[in-house]
């Protein structure tokens, strides 16, 4: 079982906001990354160290946190954003990583 | 630009070895914590195993279902990180990425598929 968890799905309607949700002990002293995921495709980071865009990812994607829980922000979500969303972080002894279970979403 | 190419993927009996290669270039190979993560048809992503710098020892950890069984090594010269399995199970079968998880310049690579089956 994960240390991290996820809804296993949600939906948004097209142009509106969604929020991704990650729950773990961990996250309460190490930061999450987001990764997405289309289908065929490697995963790719959108978000690392809890709140940071690497180059090219769209400002539509911001991420936070607030206790034990990280959020995965899409404001504005379009088609395209339609894929499985991972969060990973380490875990609470700090010597490995976790991922969590994973998110559908949905563009409506 | 960062580029990841996994390789050696194929399929192996239960039981058997295999030894998968990462070619990474575009940033600081021998500077940099390199992972392994794999993932099952339909499923999630495993975090496999790391291997640290020789800044920091090479120091290695392993996932509770691969320990004992998989080794990871890099050669720094080469840029190149490999995962060396053994005692393959089937439910090993994944596609299976080597990233350097959680940089700012993170990429992931198009995987290799990894089929354990009699």
């Known amino acids: 079982s994960s240390e991290l968890t996820q809804d296993p799905a949600v939906s948004v309607a097209l142009g509106q906001t969604v929020r991704i949700t990650c729950q773990g002990v961990?996250?309460?002293?190490?930061?999450a990354n987001w990764y997405q995921q289309r289908p065929g495709l490697a995963p790719l980071l959108v978000i690392f160290?809890?709140?940071n865009r690497p180059s090219g990812i769209p400002d539509r994607f911001s991420g936070s946190s607030s206790g034990s829980t990280a959020s995965l922000t899409i404001t504005g979500a379009q088609a395209e954003d339609e894929a499985d969303y991972y969060c990973s972080s380490r875990d609470s002894s700090g010597n490995q990583w976790v991922f969590g279970g994973g998110t559908k979403l949905t563009v409506l | 630009e960062v580029h990841l190419v996994e390789s050696g993927g194929g399929l192996v009996q239960p039981g058997g070895s295999l030894k998968l290669s990462c070619a990474a270039s575009?940033?600081?190979?021998?500077?940099?914590?390199m992972h392994w993560v794999r993932q099952a048809s339909g499923n999630g992503l495993e975090w496999v195993g790391r291997m640290r710098s020789k800044a920091n020892a090479y120091a290695t950890a392993y996932a509770a279902s691969v320990k004992g069984r998989f080794t990871i090594s890099r050669d720094d010269s080469k840029n190149t990180a490999y995962l060396q399995m053994n005692s393959l199970k089937t439910e090993d079968t994944a596609v299976y990425y080597c990233?350097?998880?959680?940089?700012?310049?993170?990429?992931w690579g198009q995987g290799t598929l990894v089929t354990v089956s009699s």
């Open positions: 575009g940033f600081a190979f021998s500077g940099s914590t």
């Open positions: 990233t350097p998880l959680g940089y700012s310049y993170e990429k």
């Open positions: 160290a809890k709140d």
């Open positions: 961990s996250l309460r002293t190490y930061y």
